[in-house]
Every structure is written in C-alpha cells, then in structure tokens.
C-alpha cells in the first residue's frame, strides 16, 4: 500500500475527448494535476468539471507542461501520463511500488501496444534508435522514452531538470542515472490515442522530439 497520496501529471493539449475517461480510471489516492498546454477545445474545462487541478502553462512544449505539473504537485510521489488516453492510470500503481518499497528512485513504463496501429512505425524506430543511444550515454539498460513514469517529488526537484521540449524525459532518465539512481523498466499496456498526437503522431513531431533528444545526448557524451 502507498502511503499518503499520489499525484499524475497530465500535459494536455486539446485532449478533451480522452479526459472524461482518464480521469474517470484514477486510482485511489491517486489525485490528478492536468496542465493545459494552450487547449482551444474545453479541456481545461471539462478537467476541473471531473475534480481535477488545472493549471495553465503558456509556453508549449511537452517538458514545459511536465515541469508546471512537477512544480504544482504537493505529493510525496509524482507520476507521469499522457491525457490521450493511450495509457491506463491504473497502471501507474505498479510503476510507484517499486518507489515505495524502496527498490527504485524512478520507474518508467514500457509501452507494449495492445494493437497493431497503436503505435506509428515511423515513431517506433525514433524510439528504437534513441532509447539505444540512451543506454550508452546513461548506461542503464532500458528500451523505452515512453511518458509514463513515477518518482519521489523531492528527488525530481532536485534534478533541476532544464528541457522544456520533447527532450524532458530523456533529460530525467540522464540525469538520474549521473545522480546514481536506480533506474526501472516496467511494462504498460500502449492502445491507440484518441485524437492526433502533436508529437509522436506526426513526422514533423517526430523529427522535432529526435532533434530535442539528440541534443541531449550529445551533451551527455561530452
């Protein structure tokens, strides 16, 4: 059991079709900091209509939405999900035990596509091919940049992570590991989004979270 309360992160962008259902699968404990990226559909809205804490980030950007939620969470523990609905909040609890029981400092969660269109094939060899020059930078043998994951909110803090763009979790994993943390690769459950992704969904997104995250990496081998 985890004590206390949990906090979920949930950058938003346009997500108002995805909300009703992610905020409706929380687990118990579990409160819900949606940060609304510039939504023109409601989302920010509906989001505090189902009971959760909204706050507005101007500047867009995946790291810059991510770090408002960090900065507003009040939680011992800290997790991360995208708001399309391509991930379970359940899921999380399995990634924050681990953190509980004292066997990790960050858990991150594997996607493992529960279709065939679930998740691009262009966007799926970006992650191949960077989650490889992960390991070499970081040497910690994961597989995935995926958005879900879960710390301790002071150990995330003190990271004084920097990106604001599709580099942030990369920049996490990095910064982690140069602190000595212990590192977990857990798998979840990846279904298809509802709505088009800005990032991942696109080529252009794509090639701009590759540009973000190589940027990193080069810094990381120097």
């Given at each position: 059991?985890?004590?206390?309360?949990?906090?979920?992160?949930?950058?938003?962008?346009?997500?108002?079709?995805?909300?009703?259902?992610?905020?409706?699968?929380?687990?118990?404990?579990?409160?819900?900091?949606?940060?609304?990226?510039?939504?023109?559909?409601?989302?920010?809205?509906?989001?505090?209509?189902?009971?959760?804490?909204?706050?507005?980030?101007?500047?867009?950007?995946?790291?810059?939405?991510?770090?408002?939620?960090?900065?507003?969470?009040?939680?011992?523990?800290?997790?991360?999900?995208?708001?399309?609905?391509?991930?379970?909040?359940?899921?999380?609890?399995?990634?924050?035990?681990?953190?509980?029981?004292?066997?990790?400092?960050?858990?991150?969660?594997?996607?493992?596509?529960?279709?065939?269109?679930?998740?691009?094939?262009?966007?799926?060899?970006?992650?191949?091919?960077?989650?490889?020059?992960?390991?070499?930078?970081?040497?910690?043998?994961?597989?995935?940049?995926?958005?879900?994951?879960?710390?301790?909110?002071?150990?995330?803090?003190?990271?004084?992570?920097?990106?604001?763009?599709?580099?942030?979790?990369?920049?996490?994993?990095?910064?982690?590991?140069?602190?000595?943390?212990?590192?977990?690769?857990l798998d979840a459950p990846y279904a298809p989004r509802v709505g088009r992704s800005k990032v991942t969904g696109t080529l252009r997104g794509t090639l701009r979270a590759i540009q973000d995250m190589s940027r990193l990496l080069k810094a990381a081998r120097r």
């Amino acid at each position: 059991m985890i004590p206390g309360t949990v906090d979920i992160v949930l950058p938003c962008l346009d997500e108002a079709a995805a909300l009703p259902w992610i905020l409706g699968r929380l687990p118990k404990g579990y409160r819900a900091i949606v940060v609304d990226n510039g939504s023109t559909d409601g989302s920010a809205e509906i989001a505090r209509e189902l009971g959760a804490t909204v706050v507005t980030e101007s500047r867009r950007g995946f790291g810059a939405a991510a770090h408002a939620g960090l900065l507003a969470s009040t939680a011992d523990y800290v997790t991360f999900c995208d708001a399309d609905a391509s991930m379970d909040p359940l899921d999380l609890e399995a990634l924050v035990a681990p953190i509980a029981r004292g066997e990790a400092d960050l858990v991150l969660g594997r996607r493992r596509p529960t279709t065939r269109g679930a998740w691009p094939l262009h966007a799926r060899l970006a992650n191949f091919a960077l989650a490889r020059l992960m390991r070499r930078a970081s040497g910690v043998r994961l597989h995935d940049l995926g958005p879900m994951r879960a710390a301790r909110r002071e150990g995330l803090l003190g990271l004084d992570l920097q990106d604001r763009r599709s580099g942030y979790p990369l920049e996490m994993v990095l910064r982690g590991s140069e602190a000595g943390w212990r590192i977990l690769e857990l798998d979840a459950p990846y279904a298809p989004r509802v709505g088009r992704s800005k990032v991942t969904g696109t080529l252009r997104g794509t090639l701009r979270a590759i540009q973000d995250m190589s940027r990193l990496l080069k810094a990381a081998r120097r």
